[in-house]
Structures are given as structure tokens and as C-alpha cells.
């Protein structure tokens, strides 16, 4: 970041006519004064007046520089571009929400980031707390007593200071549990009433570099010891490998570890890329549910190491049934600190051998500083059954993967999201910014939003941006794009339209099946058709180029090359290709999966 703000090819900064006052006159200035001092590039933000003070301060203190604001059309997408950034680059952003109205608006994507442990630090409004002080009607509409206990069991932490003396305080505190381990979203709550008071008297600043993130927690030796004398000596072991940071060198530590001990590895579509998806000790391809290569290695499976696997007792659960688990299972994972009662996002209870309650990446790297430094051969592992054949000349999303690879070619691409059936075959993941995983909280709407975080935290850095995402999740949050259109982001969103909220056409399936009934009616509250939403047109009514819909096979080739030339512009761009819905049945058959 420069002196002036982020640096980023195409960025359309909003210019700030002068001159700006830097005197720290009034309450909200301090507030916005302590982004700056935590070095926070941006607040993503829809206004409100609960916090017009601060966006004063944020514009005619700060001259909407370090941070700058990013406009959203949702609350729900500001918070999802925030949890975007965090996925791709393990930072967290700001988020100004307004009063409770905007933070029922955004509480979904909370959840979202709070269940993918991604930080944030999320600046909420009320009107004054001091009733005295209220404008008629809409200060009483918009103040709620405890309003962070709206948000409280899907946040790290929350606070409502009573004055800018005590917000400094709470905002470096927030900053720093946000982004000690395990991170999460944090949530303080600014008064309308002293935001707009001035300041009296000196601010006693809190000084960051003495209240920096926590560094993680290091494993105990001795158990380190245990652990790496029952791996070296296993004969059949399996690796899980969920969250961790998304770094080269960690993904060298992890592959290392599996190659040293001739571990099978296993990977989480929720987590994303932690190891290469085509490396010899890869057993099938990376899993949401538990696929028959993983089930079939984890049964026959003498140690099981879980680096942080996200439903570690889930995927025991399925591997093994009823049936006792008879490997030793090693797990590794900081996120029990986090387990509370009212979400049960900490899955079900795993039978674990030896425990460790720290992040797993600390763990990968001292089992391998003490493991032998030999590389054993890899295991045998079972056949990865052969994608489901298309049935139709329907579009597949093997068709648009093909496309993608033959305009894109070598140039790296970070998928912030996938949609359904697809081809992993055809796209390895080998590089951690490859794919960045699930929405943490299953909560649909976000895959736009947090395409266009990446796409913000991701522009200029040679990686092109590039979401394939479900008609249904597009069309709940589309209005997200339009924030990538304003500050032209470079983001291709290939939309695999199936014309329905087709996760849910399979449950109705399933429940009819199992009732008797006639599953040939799952369609019906379902279809997304009659009149289909032009989706590409939502797009461009928005600032974005589009095309769409496309049928067939050389028009997806033309709209991909179209899509592909865009994002090396620099601008957004969106392509809604209809995919016959049949290949998600068929996939999801082959699978058994049942999706949230
Ligand atoms: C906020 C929210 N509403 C509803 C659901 C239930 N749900 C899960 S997947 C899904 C359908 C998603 O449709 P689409 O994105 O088109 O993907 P498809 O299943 O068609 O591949 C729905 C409605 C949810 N997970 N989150
Ligand atoms: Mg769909």
C-alpha cells in the first residue's frame, strides 16, 4: 500500500475535494483516526445515519484515504467482501454496519465468516444511547440496548464504549482478537451520541505495536514427540488436511510431512487448497462429503492425523459408521477455543488419541522438524472413480473448465468459489491461492460478495479472479457485483445456471422417495424459470459486461474468451452459462451427498 491509499491497477478512488481537517475534533474522528493507526486498508460499508459521524471523519478527517471506503448495496455484501479478502490474503478488513437494521442486513455473512473462522473488525452504530439526546422517531427506531447481543454467538467479541476515549481502546482490542489465533469477527458499537460530541481533552492513543495479534500457540514437545514416533512407525497413515495459512511455504511443510511419512492426503472443498490436489499421495479428488477413495484410505487407515479438518468427527462418522475407529487419531486444531453453546458450527464430538489445541500449521511444522528427513514411497491408493458422464448436449461445467483452460492457459487463477459438479479432474489445484473454499456458515447470497473480496485483495498481483457460482446464490446476491463494477475490479463470474435452487430439487427427491411419493414434482417451489431472471442483464444494469444466457458449446468458447480478455483489462465481467441440470443429479447420485 502507498502513502495515498491501496495500490491497485484499475482502482477508481473518489476523490476528496480539500482541504481535509486533521484536527481530531470530534468523537468519530478517533474512531476513524484508530483505523489509520491499525494501517487498515479499507471499511466496506453501506451508510447509514446511526454512523454519519464517522463517515464524516472517515471523508473530511481522513480524506477517505487509509482507510477508503467501499461502497456496498448490502450490508450483507460488505461483510462478505471482507471475508473474501481474509480468505485470499489471512487479513482482515474493516466493515461499517448501521445501527440495527444494517447489522440484521449483515448478520447473515457474519455467521458466514464467524463458522470460517475469518477476522474481521466490524464497526456497528446505534443511535445515542442517552435517550436525552435522540431525534424524534428514527433515533428510538434505530437504538437498541445491547445491540451487539444480536450478533454475539457468532462473534469473537463485542463491545459498546461509552465514549472516543474508550472507542481507541476497544477498537486496538478488537483489531487484535480479530487477528489472534483462532480468528473471527469482531463487533464494537458506536454511540451516535458522543460520535457527534466533540472531544475534550487529550486522547491517550493506544499504541498498536504494543497491542499486535497474538502469535499462535506452540505445540507441546513432548507430545510432538509422541505423535512423530507413532506416524513414523505407522504403516497406513492418512492426513486431513483442513485449515491453515494460505502460504507456499506452509504447503511445502504439509506436503513434506505427508511425503516423509507416506501419508495419504486428503482435502476439504470447505478449507480449500492446503496441499497439491494431484500429488502422488492425493487420494481422490478434494471432498465436501466424504468420497469413496477418502472413506476406503481412512478405513484402512493403522494412524489418522486431522491438521485442523474442519468436521473431523463427521468424517469419522461417515468413514466408519457405528463401528469403533481403530486407528490413533492425532488431531490438531486451535478452534475448540472458540466452541460455545449456542451454534453448533464445532460438529460433532471426534474420538481423538492425542490433542492438540493449537493451530495445526504450528503442529505440521514441529512434527516435521522432528520426523526422519527421508521421503517414504507414496501409498497405494484406491482408483478415483470416473467422472459422471453427460448425458444430453446440455452444457456441462467440464464444457465451461475446457473453455476457461484454453482462453486463461498457464496464467495462475484463484477460484474464490465453485459451484456444483465441478470438474476437479480437470482443474488440480497446486498453489494455496488456487481455491479459497467454502462460505463457512452455508448461508447462500455470499458467493458473489466474496468473489469480489478476492478480486479486491487479488488485483494486481498476477492471479487472475474467477467465481463459478450457482444461479441461486448469484441471483441472492448480485447486487455485490456492482461494488467490483464501481472500483473496477477484475472479476470473471461464471455462472452455472441450472435454472433452480437444484440442491433443494434433490432433497425434495429424496424426501418423496422416502415417503412414497412422486419425485417427479421436486421441481415445483423450486425452478428459478417462468420468467428466468436475465441474469447477464442484472449485470450490466449494474456496470458489468456480460454475456448470457449461453447454450452452447461455441458461444461459451467466445463468451469465456470475451470474459477472460476482461479481467486482464482489469474490469469485472460476467458470463451465465445454462447447464443442463441432469449433470447435477447424475454427480450428486454418484457422490450420495445431501448438501445443506
Ligand atoms: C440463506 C440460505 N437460504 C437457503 C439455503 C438453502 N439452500 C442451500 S443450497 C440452495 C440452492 C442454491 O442454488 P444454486 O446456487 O443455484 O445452486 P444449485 O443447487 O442449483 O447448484 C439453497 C436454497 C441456504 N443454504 N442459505
Ligand atoms: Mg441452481
Redesign the pocket.
Known amino acids: 500500500m502507498s502513502e495515498d491509499g491501496p495500490d491497485r491497477a484499475n482502482w477508481k478512488a473518489e476523490p476528496v475535494a480539500g482541504p481535509v481537517d486533521e484536527n481530531v475534533g470530534w468523537g468519530s474522528d478517533v474512531a476513524a483516526q484508530m483505523l489509520r493507526r491499525l494501517d487498515i486498508p479499507w471499511i466496506a460499508l453501506t451508510p447509514g445515519a446511526s454512523y454519519r459521524g464517522l463517515h464524516d471523519s472517515l471523508v473530511n478527517h481522513l480524506g477517505n484515504k487509509r482507510p477508503e471506503m467501499l461502497l456496498c448495496l448490502h450490508e450483507e455484501h460488505a461483510v462478505a467482501i471482507a471475508h473474501g479478502f481474509a480468505k485470499a490474503t489471512g487479513r482482515a478488513l474493516a466493515v461499517a454496519l448501521h445501527s440495527n437494521v444494517g447489522l440484521l442486513h449483515g448478520s447473515?455473512a457474519i455467521f458466514n465468516a464467524w463458522a470460517d473462522r475469518a477476522p474481521m473488525l466490524i464497526l456497528g452504530a446505534t443511535g445515542p444511547i442517552d435517550a436525552a439526546q435522540r431525534r424524534p422517531w428514527i433515533d428510538w427506531l434505530h437504538t437498541t440496548q445491547d445491540q451487539g447481543a444480536l450478533i454475539r454467538h457468532f462473534t469473537k467479541w463485542d463491545d459498546q464504549p461509552g465514549s472516543a476515549a474508550a472507542a481507541a481502546v476497544s477498537i486496538a482490542r478488537a483489531w487484535k482478537l480479530a487477528n489472534s489465533p483462532p480468528r473471527a469477527p469482531t463487533y464494537i458499537n458506536l454511540d451516535a451520541g458522543w460520535q457527534e460530541a466533540p472531544v475534550e481533552g487529550g486522547i491517550d492513543w493506544p499504541d498498536p505495536t504494543r497491542h499486535a495479534p497474538a502469535s499462535p500457540a506452540r505445540p507441546d514437545p513432548a507430545l510432538i514427540g509422541r505423535a512423530a514416533a507413532i506416524l513414523a512407525r505407522a504403516n497406513a497413515p492418512v492426513i486431513l488436511f483442513g485449515r491453515g495459512a494460505r502460504t507456499g511455504a506452509m504447503m511445502d511443510v504439509r506436503v513434506a510431512l505427508a511425503e516423509r511419512t507416506g501419508a495419504a492426503m486428503l482435502s476439504d472443498l470447505k478449507a480449500g487448497t492446503m496441499v497439491p490436489t494431484d500429488h502422488r499421495n492425493h487420494a481422490g479428488p478434494p471432498i465436501n462429503k466424504l468420497s469413496a477413495p477418502a472413506g476406503e484410505v481412512l478405513r484402512r487407515a493403522d494412524v489418522i492425523l486431522s491438521l485442523g479438518w474442519i468436521d473431523l468427527g463427521g468424517a469419522l462418522g461417515q468413514a466408519f459408521g457405528k463401528h469403533e475407529v481403530g486407528a490413533t487419531v492425532i488431531h490438531a486444531s486451535d478452534d475448540a477455543m472458540l466452541h460455545r453453546g449456542w451454534g453448533q458450527e464445532h460438529f460433532a464430538l471426534p474420538p481423538v488419541d492425542i490433542e492438540f489445541q493449537c493451530a495445526a500449521d504450528a503442529v505440521a511444522e514441529d512434527l516435521l522438524a522432528v520426523l526422519p528427513d527421508t521421503v517414504k514411497p507414496a501409498p497405494a491408493l484406491p482408483p478415483t472413480p470416473a467422472p459422471a458422464a453427460a448425458s444430453g448436449d446440455g452444457l456441462t461445467m467440464r464444457d465451461v473448465a475446457r473453455a476457461l483452460r484454453s482462453s486463461i492457459g498457464e496464467t495462475p487463477v484463484t477460484f474464490p468459489a465453485l459451484?456444483?459438479?465441478w470438474p476437479h479432474d480437470l482443474w488440480p489445484q497446486r498453489h494455496p491461492l488456487d481455491y479459497l473454499g467454502k462460505d463457512g456458515g452455508?448461508?447462500?447470497?455470499s458467493?458473489p460478495g466474496l468473489a469480489v473480496g478476492a478480486a479486491l485483495a487479488l488485483a494486481g498481483s498476477g492471479r487472475l479472479v474467477v467465481a463459478t457460482?450457482?444461479?441461486?446464490?448469484?441471483?441472492?446476491g448480485i447486487t455485490a457485483l456492482w461494488t467490483a463494477a464501481k472500483y473496477r475490479l477484475p472479476l470473471l463470474v461464471i455462472v452455472?445456471?441450472?435454472r433452480?435452487?437444484?440442491?433443494?430439487?434433490?432433497h425434495q427427491e429424496s424426501v418423496a422417495r422416502t415417503r412414497g411419493r412422486n419425485p417427479a414434482n421436486a421441481w415445483v417451489g423450486q425452478r428459478?424459470d417462468d420468467p428466468p431472471p436475465d441474469i447477464a442483464g442484472l449485470a450490466r444494469a449494474q456496470g458489468l459486461d456480460a454475456s448470457g444466457p449461453v447454450g452452447e458449446i461455441g458461444e461459451l468458447e467466445r463468451a469465456v474468451q470475451e470474459g477472460v480478455g476482461a479481467i486482464r483489462e482489469g474490469r469485472p465481467y460476467l458470463i451465465d452459462v445454462l447447464i443442463d441440470?441432469r449433470q447435477?443429479r447424475e454427480t450428486a447420485a454418484r457422490r450420495a451427498t445431501k448438501?445443506?
Request: hydrophobic residues 30%.
Open positions: 447473515m459451484a456444483r459438479s452455508g448461508g447462500i447470497g458467493g457460482l450457482g444461479d441461486g446464490d448469484t441471483l441472492m452455472g445456471n441450472n433452480s435452487y437444484f440442491n433443494d430439487e434433490l428459478l441440470p447435477g448438501d445443506s
